[in-house]
């Protein structure tokens, strides 16, 4: 285990923002982790537990210990005709599990291509794309905890699984590391090609038949055009969620805004896409200093290079004022700001 102080994490976040560590140190097995929150010396500090650092974003030095993941490994438990267990560690890159499934032609996770990422963060905020969220393949979450170092396997239904939502941004923050990820997958496809892009994207290339491996060629083509790359321009994605609005209120917004999309929820709310809020507040490809908002997807911020956390997060305080002030609406950050 290497362990390493004041070091920087800008190559270790995907947004490219310039923070130091004071301790960070890399685990690379079980053990290193074990061996790691049992030393006296780093027992009382606060603990940060990076993975791919695909979803944060540093506003400032941390002041504690960063413990960052990579354990690495991907393992087949059993299969039957239909179905497939793997057990992941949660250092794998999420995309290079993706490729592992799509080569050996095991489904579910075909949607959810190029989300960039660690497996160990997938189950956190239930990562999601084209119709498809990671719950729905999530069999267990094995993991540590913090202080007592017990070890125990959370099943699905115990990690009360949302819309970017789960039980390890709530009961469980701060308190356990997930060390590695039981997942279902299917041998016997049903594929997810609803979502409006993907199947215009096949037919676009006349797939008519489409295999798991046309379907992620498919989201991954979409995902090109739509989302910039990290590598490109510092980014982490959707920096808001979707919010969700009453029905009486969705009515209110619609006779306001008639064009407003809208997708309908079974609890009878109405989830309204933050992109679209964003760039009716004349949001879209707007920069200030190197903090910017996308030119083509609105519910992405961006690093243009220098910016620092803080001019980020007061362009995203901007934001949030301007959607409230013209749609009476609060927009949640998607994104963990430290
Ligand atoms: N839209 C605009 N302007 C924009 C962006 C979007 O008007 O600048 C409108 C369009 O009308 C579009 C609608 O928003 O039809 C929805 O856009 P899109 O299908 O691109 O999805 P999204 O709501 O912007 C969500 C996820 C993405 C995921 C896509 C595809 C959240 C917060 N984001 O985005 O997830 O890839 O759906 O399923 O739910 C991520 O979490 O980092 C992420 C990229």
Redesign the pocket.
């Known amino acids: 285990m290497i362990i390493l102080e004041n070091i920087s994490l800008k190559p270790y976040n995907t947004f490219g923002i310039q923070a130091e560590a004071r301790v960070f140190a890399e685990m690379h097995t079980l053990q290193d982790i074990q061996t790691f929150l049992n030393t006296a010396k780093y027992k009382g500090r606060q603990k940060l537990i990076l993975g791919g650092g695909?979803?944060i974003l540093f506003t400032k030095d941390f002041e504690g210990v960063v413990m960052k993941i990579n354990t690495k490994g991907i393992l087949k438990i059993k299969e039957t005709e239909q179905h497939v267990w793997i057990n992941t560690q949660a250092g794998v890159v999420w995309d290079d599990f993706v490729i592992y499934c799509l080569e050996n032609n095991y489904g579910g996770i075909e949607?959810l291509a190029l989300?960039?990422g660690n497996v160990g963060a997938c189950p956190i905020?239930n990562?999601?794309?084209?119709?498809v969220e990671v719950k729905d393949t999530i069999e267990s979450v094995e993991v540590i905890n913090m202080q007592t170092l017990q070890m125990f396997e959370l099943h699905n239904n115990e990690c009360d699984f949302g819309?970017?939502n789960s039980i390890f941004k709530h009961e469980l923050k701060d308190k356990v590391i997930i060390i590695s990820v039981n997942f279902k997958l299917s041998k016997k496809h049903q594929l997810h090609i609803e979502?409006?892009?993907i199947k215009e994207e096949l037919t676009e290339h006349e797939i008519f038949k489409p295999t798991i491996r046309d379907v992620a060629n498919a989201v991954s083509n979409?995902?090109r055009c739509?989302?910039p790359d990290p590598k490109d321009i510092g980014n982490?994605?959707?920096?808001?969620?979707?919010p969700s609005v009453s029905e009486k209120d969705f009515k209110k917004l619609i006779s306001l805004f008639p064009k407003i999309?809208s997708y309908a929820q079974t609890d009878g709310t109405y989830?309204i896409?933050?992109?679209?809020?964003?760039?009716?507040c004349g949001w879209?490809g707007h920069r200030e200093g190197d903090a910017g908002v996308?030119k083509?997807?609105?519910?992405?911020l961006v690093n243009h290079g220098n910016a620092t956390g803080s001019e980020i997060l007061d362009l995203a305080g901007k934001i949030q004022k301007s959607i409230i002030e013209k749609f009476g609406i609060n927009l949640e950050m998607?994104v963990n700001v430290i």
Not at 127 to 131: D, E, R, S, V
Not at 296 to 300: G, R, T
């Open positions: 695909s979803n949607n989300i960039p905020q990562i999601g794309a084209y119709g819309y970017r979502y409006g892009a979409i995902r739509k989302l982490s994605g959707s920096f808001f969620k979707n999309p989830k896409p933050s992109g679209w809020l964003i760039e009716q879209k996308h083509d997807q609105a519910l992405v998607e």
